[in-house]
C-alpha cells in the first residue's frame, strides 16, 4: 500500500496545508482542492510525480476511469464499510452497495471554475472525469449538509441525497486535539450527531492510539482514508485474490474502485482543512 501512502499524504498534506479560509463554500473548497492537486505527485507535471507509478499515465488524460461496463454507466458507489476488505469484496446487496452519479451541483463548481480560468479545460461537464476532477468532487460532496427548519429536515437542493439517511457532515469535521473532543455544540450535536473529524475522516476508531485503533467497520462515512485504501487494494489486487469472486473483478469494476479511491481522498483531504482552522474561525 506504500504508492496509496505517498498519493494520499501528498494531497491531504498539501489540504491541510491551505487552513485559512472561512466558511462551508464549495467552490472555495473545490479550488483549494485542485491547488493542492496541482503541487502533489498526483501531478504527472511534477517533477516528483508519482503517475507512473500508479499507472496513471496509461490512462486518457480526460476520461480515465470509464465506466461503460458497469450497469447504467454507474461511476461509483457508496459503499458500506466490510470486515477485513483484504480477504471480502465491497456488499452486492443493493441496500448496501448504492450507486451515485455525478450531479449538477458539482458540475456547476466545475463550470465556474473552468469559466473563470482556475482550472483549464472546456467545461465543467468536459473535465469531470479527470482526476483532478475527483478529487474536487469528493471536496464538493464532503460539505453535503442536510439541515432542519422549524423542525422538519431540508434537502431540496440539487444533489442527491445520502442514500443511507439525512446527514449533516460539516458537524464530523471538527476536533479539538487539546480535549480531544468533537464540536462542542451542544444543542447542535443532539440534533445532528457529532464525530471526532480525525475518526470520521480517516474511518478508524482510535486513530491517536494505535494500541486500540481499528477499522470502523460501522462507520456512517462511507469515503474515508480507509475506503481510499480499500478501494485501492480492490483496484489493484482483486483477480489476484483467489478467494474473491474473480467475475466481479472485471476492468469496469476496477476502474470505479480507482475512482473511489481518488474522490474518498478529495473528501478526507476537505475534512482535514476545516479541523485545522484556528478555533475563532470555526
Avoid at 20 to 37: K, N, R, S
Avoid at 144 to 157: C, I, Q, S, T, V
Avoid at 204 to 211: E, G, W, Y
Avoid at 243 to 272: E, Q
Wanted: with cysteine; charged share 20%; hydrophobic share 35%.
Amino acid at each position: 500500500m506504500r504508492k496509496l501512502q505517498l498519493f494520499a499524504l501528498a494531497l491531504v498534506g498539501g489540504l491541510s496545508a491551505a487552513s485559512v479560509c472561512m466558511g462551508y463554500e464549495i467552490t472555495t473548497h473545490a479550488l483549494i482542492t485542485d491547488h493542492a492537486y496541482r503541487v502533489s505527485t498526483l501531478n504527472p507535471q511534477a517533477a516528483n510525480s508519482i503517475t507512473h507509478v500508479l499507472g496513471l499515465d496509461r490512462l486518457a488524460d480526460d476520461q480515465p476511469f470509464a465506466f461503460q461496463g458497469e450497469p447504467n454507466s454507474t461511476p461509483y458507489y457508496d459503499d458500506a464499510a466490510v470486515a477485513n476488505p483484504s480477504d471480502n469484496l465491497p456488499p452486492v446487496s443493493s441496500s448496501l452497495s448504492v450507486p451515485r452519479d455525478p450531479q449538477d451541483q458539482e458540475r456547476a463548481v466545475l463550470n465556474t471554475l473552468v469559466s473563470r480560468n482556475y482550472v483549464p479545460g472546456a467545461s465543467g461537464a468536459a473535465i469531470e472525469q479527470q482526476v483532478r476532477a475527483w478529487l474536487m468532487r469528493g471536496a464538493v460532496r464532503e460539505d453535503d449538509n442536510d439541515y432542519k427548519a422549524f423542525g422538519l429536515w431540508r434537502d431540496d437542493d440539487d444533489r442527491d441525497l445520502d442514500p443511507y439517511g439525512r446527514l449533516f457532515r460539516a458537524f464530523r469535521h471538527f476536533y479539538d486535539p487539546l480535549l480531544d473532543r468533537a464540536s462542542d455544540q451542544q444543542s447542535l450535536c443532539a440534533t445532528y450527531g457529532c464525530v471526532k473529524s480525525i475518526n470520521w475522516a480517516l474511518g478508524r476508531t482510535a486513530p491517536l492510539n494505535p494500541a486500540s485503533d481499528t477499522d470502523d467497520t460501522s462507520r456512517r462515512n462511507h469515503f474515508t482514508w480507509q475506503d481510499a485504501r480499500n478501494n485501492y487494494w480492490w483496484a489493484l489486487q482483486c483477480s489476484e485474490l483467489k478467494t474473491l469472486n474473480s467475475a466481479f473483478c472485471r476492468p469496469s469494476r476496477r476502474a470505479v474502485w480507482s475512482a473511489i479511491c481518488v474522490d474518498s481522498c478529495g473528501r478526507a483531504g476537505s475534512g482535514s482543512v476545516i479541523a485545522r482552522w484556528p478555533p475563532a474561525l470555526r
